[in-house]
């Protein structure tokens, strides 16, 4: 029995594809669609929830106490660093550290800031007395030895300036001696100093700065909480609000969920692009799949006909489309990957949300779900003509292509 011929199987693949041009850009285009929305969909919600992730880690409280009619602001705050300065009505942030299951209470004042050499828009600065603070402790005990001192301020990554450097707040002059690791938060656009020297840039600002900068002695703007372990953050808030009138309390699953819903509207048009595409790519690409199986009936047949199994076939059919289903889905993933990437900043303030790009092994496992999707629609749209061939004869084929 005579040995069957060598086909080449991957030279044949490459020929075939080749062969359709302008029908293989359309398939891949398609595949490329349902990749990209996929992919920018998951993309998104994982920048945002690492964001605010490292954020709150950062934070480093449970609670976050502000004046009831500032509640919104504070929140956009931590969220966005927008520029804001408000104060408690009395010095009720002394009650807060005496509630039961509160650990520690931090203070802190927020400083809106005139335009700096630093930045292209006002930036949020942030008073907090070191003796009690646990925001910047954590950042300060990974760099041993340096310190909050007279002047001294820790920016965050989005203030474009050097360690050692100066910075003048209303006519007031600071040294930089530290910069706060990326968190996609409003912390990134903030200035953290002490307590004494922003009374003291308050006091030069009638001399030196065009406008005065008043703050109100021993008043604060915000406290951060932490509670004691095993204590519900919830009920700890639901107390201060009892015991201390005026207050609103900011707790992280808050944050979470605002961001989720302001995520929720951009996530469900994209999941429902990616869905919607993916309903009407499935019938369209088993269309064009049907056109190819009629095409290619002699073909296939011929290679039937010189020994080629129905394996061989099967094989060569379902590689030819996974194959346009891969570059498509690369071709998709890539673009919006770029995208995202490059205009990462818009994204933040169109949808104002907080934002990070996710770790690399994160936008692999996305990048990877998204390509398995493509496939996965390559497949089932590559059942038709696989059905048609399998269950054909290669003489009937044969004739049915030359009519």
């Given at each position: 029995m005579s040995k069957p011929p060598d086909f080449h199987f991957f030279r044949l693949v490459a020929r075939n594809l080749g062969n359709r041009p302008y029908r293989n850009i359309a398939t891949i285009f398609a595949f490329a669609i349902i990749a990209a929305t996929f992919f920018s969909s998951q993309y998104l919600m994982s920048g945002a929830q690492q964001s605010l992730d490292a954020g709150i880690s950062r934070m480093g409280a449970d609670i976050l106490v502000v004046p009831e009619d500032y509640a919104g602001a504070g929140q956009t705050v931590i969220l966005a660093g927008t520029p804001t300065s408000f104060f408690f009505e009395d010095s009720g942030f002394e009650k807060i550290s005496r509630i039961p299951g509160v650990?520690?209470?931090?203070?802190?004042?927020?400083?809106?800031?005139?335009?700096?050499?630093?930045?292209?828009?006002?930036?949020?600065?942030?008073?907090?007395?070191?003796?009690?603070?646990?925001?910047?402790?954590?950042?300060?005990?990974?760099?041993?030895?340096?310190?909050?001192?007279?002047?001294?301020?820790?920016?965050?990554?989005?203030?474009?300036?050097?360690?050692?450097?100066?910075?003048?707040?209303?006519?007031?002059?600071?040294?930089?001696?530290?910069?706060?690791?990326?968190?996609?938060?409003?912390?990134?656009?903030?200035?953290?100093?002490?307590?004494?020297?922003?009374?003291?840039?308050?006091?030069e600002s009638?001399?030196?700065?065009?406008?005065?900068?008043?703050?109100?002695?021993?008043?604060?703007?915000?406290?951060?909480?932490?509670?004691?372990?095993?204590?519900?953050?919830?009920?700890?808030?639901?107390?201060?609000?009892?015991?201390?009138?005026?207050?609103?309390?900011?707790?992280?699953?808050?944050?979470l969920n605002a961001v989720s819903g302001q995520l929720s509207a951009i996530t469900r048009i994209l999941y429902g692009a990616s869905l919607a595409v993916t309903i009407v790519s499935v019938p369209l690409l088993g269309v064009i799949s049907a056109m190819v199986a009629h095409e290619r009936r002699k073909e296939v047949s011929i290679l039937r006909a010189l020994g080629a199994t129905k394996a061989f076939v099967v094989r060569l059919l379902l590689v030819e489309s996974f194959s346009l289903a891969i570059m498509g889905g690369c071709i998709g993933i890539g673009v919006s990957a770029t995208i995202l990437v490059l205009y990462q900043d818009f994204i933040m303030h169109l949808?104002?949300?907080?934002?990070?790009?996710?770790?690399?092994?994160?936008?692999?496992?996305?990048?990877?779900?998204?390509?398995?999707?493509?496939?996965v629609v390559g497949g089932v749209s590559a059942l038709y003509p696989v059905i048609i061939f399998i269950r054909s004869e290669p003489y009937e084929s044969i004739r049915g292509g030359e009519s």
């Open positions: 650990a520690k209470a931090s203070p802190q004042i927020y400083i809106a800031t005139l335009f700096a050499s630093c930045c292209a828009a006002p930036v949020q600065m942030i008073a907090i007395d070191p003796k009690r603070d646990f925001t910047i402790a954590a950042w300060l005990k990974e760099n041993p030895g340096l310190r909050l001192g007279k002047d001294d301020i820790i920016i965050g990554s989005a203030i474009i300036q050097n360690v050692g450097n100066d910075l003048l707040f209303y006519g007031h002059t600071f040294h930089v001696v530290g910069v706060l690791k990326q968190t996609g938060m409003g912390v990134d656009n903030a200035v953290f100093t002490r307590f004494e020297d922003a009374y003291v840039m308050a006091e009638g001399q030196k700065a065009v406008k005065k900068l008043i703050i109100p002695e021993e008043k604060v703007s915000a406290v951060l909480v932490k509670v004691n372990p095993g204590t519900s953050p919830a009920v700890v808030a639901s107390e201060i609000m009892a015991q201390v009138p005026g207050t609103k309390t900011i707790l992280p699953n808050g944050l949808l104002k949300i907080p934002f990070i790009i996710p770790s690399l092994t994160t936008i692999l496992v996305q990048g990877g779900s998204a390509l398995l999707l493509s496939i």
